[in-house]
């Protein structure tokens, strides 16, 4: 779909898109589109139940003697609580409803409205970037397209005064949603098509935006010492990978770095520990962490953020084959910590002991923000809305909230603690890889992390309750949603770019 922005005026064909107040206050373009069409808006707005709330739409075919399509009245609610993300939400649902009309174009009109924190130019790059983020799909294996489950919308047009400034906004939002787009293609792509290597390879691919992208494979991990991932790894007939993607967009090219590591386990069958069969495909998308970091890179490098930003990814596929790790087998991950692997399906954090540990030693970064598909738990504990936060840094944990209120990726923190770190002892080695009992599981998970990350502030996304969704939202359609992206692509924005 081709998104563009024109100053003002209506369109003289396809569907156009107008707002109403809470109320039933007309904006200015609908009060004369209105008027064009003979009252038909007014007499649409009175028949129906349509009160101009946030979230209400109306449809209604044009009436003969234009060359439109349709009109869709859409309701702002009240000005004054119009923001950022109810515009986005607002792109969103207007999409979903005209995409399969029929029609080719829909044009949306945005207006001045006085008592609203946003101005034009921002509001048709919020609308734009909502429609956009609304717009994804993931359907290049269905070889039979049905006629009518295909959009039919080629173009959108924002209308308003201010496009060039909504034109200048929209390009780094467009460059942002490349990124999720990117996350959510990974997440969706079945394990047989993306293992360790091939989503190396799509990693590899950022090397065209400036990314500098470099793959260890599994003898120099083994050189590095990386017995935790190795292990993991030992039981698939597809080799383990780690790619480690640098991009240095700031002023100053030494300056520290800000790390981004991610888990990829491309498949999840537990191991030896194996999982249940029922709903065991969702454990392709257990590599949604280090798909929210490659397409977090490409965001980054698609917008040309002024900022030092380094993404890790262990990549390693867990499966049950006659190499495979045992329950009770002992393994020495790369900072010289032993583990005592209890249960094979505990895997994820193995893979980031040694990401992290590696990415820790090699940048000495500012900070290191990991995410995770780690536990189950954390769905129980928080459904599937709110990604978990752990961290063992105030102020970064402080930043990291806020930047996902912002953006509409809510994140809640939870604890740490020694009382925690207490529960990972082994009776073999210096840690087990699972505790003891079933309390506070994505705690503990947290916690065994945060033994290999040293003094360097840290925080741990646990991402399995958001990564998947099965049900679509304004600006999410169900399946691979990208959370993770936009969050920390605003992070970087708010705190780390200098202006
Ligand atoms: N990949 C899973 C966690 C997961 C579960 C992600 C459901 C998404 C949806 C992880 O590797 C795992 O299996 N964790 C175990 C840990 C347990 C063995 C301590 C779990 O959560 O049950
Ligand atoms: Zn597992
Ligand atoms: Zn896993």
């Known amino acids: 779909m081709k998104i563009a922005f024109a100053n003002s005026g209506l369109p003289d064909s396809g569907i156009v898109c107008v707002g ?12 004369t589109l209105d008027a064009k069409l003979k009252g038909s808006i007014k007499r649409a707005i009175k028949v129906g139940r349509f ?19 349709a009109v869709l009245i859409v309701g702002l609610g009240e000005v004054k609580k119009l923001d950022d993300l109810a515009m986005q939400s607002m792109g969103g649902r207007i999409y979903s409803a005209v995409a399969k009309s029929g029609s080719v174009a829909v ?40 006629k009518d489950s295909q959009p039919t919308i080629k173009t959108l047009t924002v209308r308003g005064a201010g496009a060039a400034k909504a034109r200048r906004l929209f390009a780094s939002m467009d460059r942002v949603a490349d990124g999720v787009f990117f996350t959510r293609d990974l997440v969706s792509e079945p394990a047989n098509i993306l293992y360790p290597e091939t989503l190396a390879k799509e990693a590899k691919k950022l090397s065209k935006l400036g990314v500098k992208v470099e793959v260890l494979t599994e003898a120099q991990m083994s050189k590095l010492g990386m017995g935790a991932l190795l292990g993991v790894g030992q039981g698939s007939i597809r080799p383990s990978r780690m790619v480690i993607m640098q991009w240095n967009g700031a002023a100053k090219k030494a300056d520290q770095p800000i790390a981004f590591v991610g888990k990829g386990v491309t498949f999840d069958t537990g191991g030896i520990s194996i999982k249940p069969a029922g709903g065991m495909e969702d454990m392709k998308w257990d590599m949604g962490g280090s798909g929210v970091v490659i397409g977090l890179m490409k965001a980054l490098a698609g917008r040309k953020a002024r900022v030092n930003a380094v993404g890790v990814v262990g990549l390693v596929e867990n499966m049950p084959g006659s190499n495979a790790q045992r329950p ?12 005592e692997v209890l249960n094979t399906d505990a895997e994820g954090r193995l893979v980031l002991a040694d990401a992290l540990h590696y990415c820790n030693k090699r940048f000495k970064p500012k900070f290191m923000v990991d995410l995770a598909t780690l536990t189950g738990a954390i769905i129980i504990a928080l459904g599937s809305d709110r990604a978990g936060l752990f961290s063992n840094d105030d102020k970064l944990a402080d930043a990291l909230s806020n930047a996902g209120t912002a953006v509409g990726e809510p994140i809640w923190r939870l604890p740490l603690g020694d009382d925690y770190d207490k529960m990972l002892k082994s009776e073999i080695a210096d840690m087990a890889n699972i ?6 599981g994505s705690i503990t998970a947290a916690q065994f992390l945060k033994r ?48």
């Open 51 to 69: 009160e101009g709330n946030l979230g209400q739409s109306v449809s209604i075919p044009a009436p003969a003697g234009t060359k439109l399509d």
């Open 20 to 31: 109403v107040m809470k109320g039933n206050r007309l904006t200015e373009s609908a009060k």
């Open 107 to 146: 044009t949306i009109s945005v207006d001045t409205l006085k008592a609203c924190n946003l101005d034009v130019g921002q509001m048709a790059a919020e609308v734009a970037t909502g429609a956009r983020l609304r717009s994804y799909s993931f359907d290049k294996y269905h070889t039979k397209k049905g």
């Open 452 to 499: 290999f990350v040293d003094d360097t502030p840290w925080a741990h996304l646990d991402i399995a309750g958001v990564t998947w969704s099965k049900k679509d939202s304004a600006t999410v359609p169900k399946g691979g949603t990208g959370f993770g992206v936009r969050l920390l692509n605003r992070l970087v924005a708010d705190n780390y770019e200098g202006k």
């Open 435 to 440: 505790s003891g009992g079933r309390g506070a």
């Open 328 to 339: 009770g087998d002992v393994v020495t991950s790369m900072s010289g910590q032993t583990i």
